[in-house]
């Protein structure tokens, strides 16, 4: 029963109490003393049925805050074992951060030993030139040297008639050393340098690194492979930057619309 009940029935007992016929003291306290039993049993009635729901409201909020206890503890040893995971990667990383670490410094000693044996190598290269690679020599780097077969021509004719016999060298823009063939036109119409004839190497190789000097037949190409030819000398030379340059010994052309010319490869 509720209290709304409760309530009803209190003023039904007070009504029915007021509509007795009898007005005696004897009979009003009787009536008196039923409603006060009738009210008290009621109302405990009404105590026990609260009490009840409020038992079974508090088992069930119990409950509730039971599984949800659990559900923490559950979640609780699930971050732990997440947590433990992420000790264990991070010890992981660690331990490749320290062997790259041993890595990059090996990786590091090894490029300095080697850099060390590459000088070691090219001051043993060095020893291994000729003599004539550390005497003087002259450079030649006129533009017009430069070979560009069929690519140019040049409106005017350069010569070496009047080249000083000596040890030279190619250097750019002119090229970098003399061919080992003949142009294909043979020199016609000035389309292979600014010469009428320019030379080639008639041995058709170049020297190399610790050979010494070695003998050459420099041919001029006009109209043929071999219009005119000279002797001359050629060295090969390793640069401090390990690169090859070659040397050679130049007479002056033996006339006129001949020169040297040179190519980069």
Known sequence: M????????IVMALVHMLSATTTDEFSITCG?????????????????????????DVLTINSKINKVTGDVLNMSA???KVAED??????????????????????QEMLTVKKKLDEILNMLL???????CRKPFSILSQSFREI????????TSECDKSLTP?????????????????PPSHGKHR???????????????DPKVGEGIQDITICFAWGSECKRSVEGKAVACLGKDNNVNYLYFLPAAPRGTLAYCAVRD
């Open 191 to 205: 389309d292979t340098c600014g010469t009428a004839a320019s030379a080639w190497v008639k041995n058709k190789e």
């Open 166 to 182: 000596g040890w030279y060298q190619f250097r750019e823009p002119a090229g970098l050393k003399l061919p080992l063939a003949p």
């Open 148 to 155: 560009k077969y069929g690519a140019v021509t040049h409106e």
């Open 2 to 9: 509720n209290i709304a009940t409760m309530k009803v029935a």
């Open 32 to 56: 008196v003393e039923e409603f006060k039993e009738e009210v008290l049993g009621k109302l405990d009635i009404v105590q026990k049925e609260v009490l009840g729901k409020m038992d079974k």
């Open 86 to 107: 992420v000790l264990k990667v991070v010890v992981v990383e660690q331990k490749v951060d320290a062997i790259q670490g041993k890595a990059d410094a090996n990786e």
């Open 126 to 132: 060095q020893l291994s030139n000729d003599g004539q």
């Open 78 to 80: 699930k971050m732990d």
